[in-house]
């Protein structure tokens, strides 16, 4: 593999004006958490006079579903959700992954892991931490010293993890537009984390950041079980020299156990089946989102009513 030691910066800049994006991950059709995420970033684009992205993020292709992507776009077109621009999957940037792995590489901020998930446990469990059963464990930064030889592009090629390597001080700060102060230490919550998994795959947290930059998005509208990732987006947007976007994390639709509805829990697929099944769809939706005094009436046109949402959304 060549690593290309890029320089590139956000080549459409926040001057350019708001824009969103909805990034679905194609591991099944979407469901009513997803219609939520993309009915508000699409509104709050809209509202803003914004272009609305859409990129599918395909690169877990282990967890990914055949077909589930022309579904979302089927489903979107089907509830009046169109996009700009070109449709955008992650599976066909992995150049850019790259150069931007081999930039942090460059500044020496990357280094390759090899443990496992187990070894990292029972290092953990040495110093005396458990980890409950759903969360993160905190990287002990076993293999930290591996950093000061990390520089050859060779080693990306020894089936490691590559891990990035967090400052002392990583307490990130920023504002929610919904949830209002947000705060993480890093180093405490997370530890370094992994770019570039061992079997080869970049992770979410990096395609996320280089995506979100290259395609210029000045506001990620999006649910709140990712509230958790943003400030290590927001460390890697910084020490990558992007411009860090507005972030507006949305109410999740729970189940009736109070699980959030995903793939895992069985969560059923919206019907868009015809007009009238997309509208009660987007309505179950906006009702989430909390919008009030919609038309309601059985003739109303998606677009028409598509339209009332936009007017009814608070503007940022
Ligand atoms: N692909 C992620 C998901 O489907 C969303 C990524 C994002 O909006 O940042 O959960």
Redesign the pocket.
Known sequence: MILAVSTFKNPSSPADGYRG?????P?GPLHAG?LV?ALG?WLDARKNGGKWLL?I?DLDTPRCIPGADQQIQAQLLACGLSWDEELTHQSKRQELYQSALGRLNQLKLVFPCCCSRQTIATSLARLGIQTPRNQEMVYPGTCRPNLLESNSPELFNTGAAWRLALPRDCHIEFEDLALGHQSQDLNKQIGDFVLRRNDGLYT?QLA?VVD?AQQGITH????E??LS?TAR?IHLQKVLGYSTPQYLHLPLVLDEHGEKLSKQTLAAQINTQDGQHSLTELRKAAKHLGLKNLPDGKNVSIAEWLLAATHAWKAD
């Open positions: 994006r909805f990034a679905p991950s591991t997803s995420a970033s990129r993020e979410y996320v979100d990620i509208v999006r649910g079980d990712l990732n987006q």
